[in-house]
């Protein structure tokens, strides 16, 4: 079969809140539960965290603690409190030293600590959980932090390689080590290609550990856990997140994952909710109960397109592994800033890409709804703001939309403060087609700043649409290249005889008549071409100014 484990990660601290809601993710479908084990200190906190929790029937992932030795002690304390065996307890330690490195730009104490630290884990959970993972590979942070997916999968192996050779080097043998390690991957938004770059992750993984030498086939699996990406989750038509997690959750099922977290849709602003939980939860329980993605082993393979993109992603990936092991290892590569220095370049690109519309998001820079208010909605942000002095550059989570996102939180500020609320006037005119295709750009356009569209079925006379348009602060002319030089600049002396302070646009860029028309009043062109986000920016400084 194809089973996956649903995963549902507990955020709260407090001991009763966070026991009650693992029962109810239990009860609901989960199989695997995330818990925040950073306050609990005693058995008897341990104790009631767990309570009401089997654990051969339930998956415990320990994803926050102050210290992991303490808290798999005290995880083994209960288990032998109750009398029962570790051999079928599942779960996983979120113990990651290179990801602590890359977060905080630092390690924990000390690089020996850590080590001494994690020999003492893996050891531990040999002899008394032989099912549990000691050591986590937090793939997930290389793309939520902007990179691609190569270079996520190629980080990621180049830091499990670094886990297997430091455990080796300390006397932990091979099938040991390479047991104890577990990946947990960010699902992004390519869907074929999340489902390739899964299937390489495999292969190369197990050609990793053959290096090894292990005593069988077994240590050369690669245990996954996949949570669905943040960096490209919207706080606007934040129910489209929904859609956008189960695309997500599909490609990781298809490429094979055993743990799946999907996190729900108003994570980005809200926290995840009581509902948003349970949809989240119910988007794996439908393509599994209902769509039967459980019931089929890789359907994938054979795929001619899947087939090449794994090959093609599992070659590029161990190409970039391979300069990480060139430069002395992951551990290397970061303190010399190799791979933050990557990771921020592409992190760089999809911002400018966002910026003019070559990637698209749904209801931030393409097709807002422009009706949507969400100032008093956004509880808190998710973003990494200011700078920290640290010995190593850190790596920095982000969301690609927060640009756009915070463009609109300051046009609904700028209302609730007493400020009229923006508009744009299409002054269309012309040939039908083009003046609804110009249109339809320019609503677009300036809806992903929020302001208010006011569309026309297209003027004949002229006079009447500069008494319309002269309310507005913003008027855009829309029509065709040929219209604009025949009447461009006509109606722009009417409409700036009537409001001598009108910012007059054209929607396009056309070759001829420029000059003519700038000089009749044009103020700017507005196209395809144009910076989305550093267009809408100026404008927003132009309203806020003049008011």
């Not at 108003?266 to 439908?286: C, H, K, M, P, Y």
Request: proline share 3%; with cysteine.
């Amino acid at each position: 079969t194809n089973h996956w484990t649903i995963r549902q990660d507990i955020a709260e601290t407090g001991i009763e809140v966070a026991n009650q809601k693992a029962l109810d993710a239990v009860k609901h479908g989960a199989g695997a539960v995330g818990l925040n084990v950073t306050d609990i200190t005693t058995h008897k906190q341990m104790k009631a965290l767990l309570d009401g929790i089997r654990f051969g029937e339930t998956s415990i992932h320990m994803a926050h603690a102050r210290s992991f030795p303490l808290s798999l002690e005290l995880l083994l304390y209960e288990l032998s409190h109750r009398n029962e065996p570790g051999d079928d307890v599942t779960g996983s330690l979120n113990f990651d030293i290179i990801g602590y490195l890359l977060t905080h730009g630092e390690f924990y104490k000390s690089l020996e600590n850590n080590l001494e630290e994690a020999v003492y884990l893996v050891d531990t959970i040999k002899k008394k959980l032989p099912k549990f993972h000691g050591i986590t590979v937090n793939g997930h942070l290389f793309q939520d932090s902007g990179s691609t997916l190569v270079q996520e999968l190629a980080f990621s192996l180049a830091s499990g390689s670094e886990y297997l050779s430091m455990l080796t080097d300390k006397g932990i043998d091979a099938d040991t080590a390479a047991s104890a390690i577990n990946f947990t991957f960010a699902i992004g938004p390519n869907y074929f290609m999340e489902i390739a770059k899964f299937r390489a992750a495999r292969l190369l993984w197990a050609r990793i550990v053959e290096q090894y030498q292990p005593s069988g086939e077994s240590p050369k699996k690669m245990f996954i856990q996949a949570r669905t990406a943040t960096w490209n989750k919207t706080v606007y038509d934040p129910y489209v997140n929904m859609l956008r997690t189960t695309t997500e959750a599909m490609s990781a099922i298809l490429g094979h994952v055993d743990t799946l977290l999907v996190q729900p849709f108003d994570v980005t602003w809200a926290g995840a909710g009581e509902f948003s939980q349970r949809i989240a939860r119910n988007q794996q329980l439908i393509l599994k109960e209902e769509s039967y993605l459980d019931r089929i082993v890789d359907p994938a393979a054979g795929s001619y397109y899947i087939e090449n993109l794994t090959h093609s992603i599992a070659v590029h990936a161990w190409d970039l592994f391979l300069k990480v092991e060139d430069k002395g290892g992951m551990i290397t590569a970061i303190k010399d800033g190799f791979i933050q220095e990557i990771i921020a370049k592409t992190a760089a690109q999809k911002r400018s890409d966002l910026a003019q519309r070559k990637l698209v998001q749904i209801g931030t820079n393409q097709y807002p709804n422009t009706l949507e208010q969400m100032s008093d909605k956004v509880q808190f942000q998710q973003e990494m703001n200011g700078e920290t002095i640290t010995v190593y550059p850190r790596l920095r989570p982000f969301r690609v939309s927060t640009g756009f996102e915070e463009l609109r939180l300051a046009t609904e500020r700028f209302v609730e403060n007493g400020g009229k609320w923006p508009e744009v006037f299409l002054l269309t005119f012309g040939n039908l087609a083009m003046l609804r295709a110009r249109a339809g750009f320019i609503t677009n356009f300036f809806g992903c700043a929020g302001y208010a569209i006011i569309d026309n079925p297209g003027f004949t006379d002229f006079s009447l649409a500069a008494e319309a348009a002269c309310r507005s602060e913003i008027i855009v002319l829309c029509s065709s290249d040929e219209e604009y030089m025949q009447h461009g600049p006509e109606i722009c002396r009417l409409i700036l005889a009537k409001n001598p302070g009108a910012h007059i646009i054209v929607a396009g860029s056309p070759k001829e008549g420029v000059e003519e028309l700038k000089a009749a009043g044009v103020k700017d062109f507005v196209s395809v071409r144009s910076n989305l986000l550093e267009t809408l920016t100026a404008y927003q400084k132009l309203i806020t100014d003049n008011r």
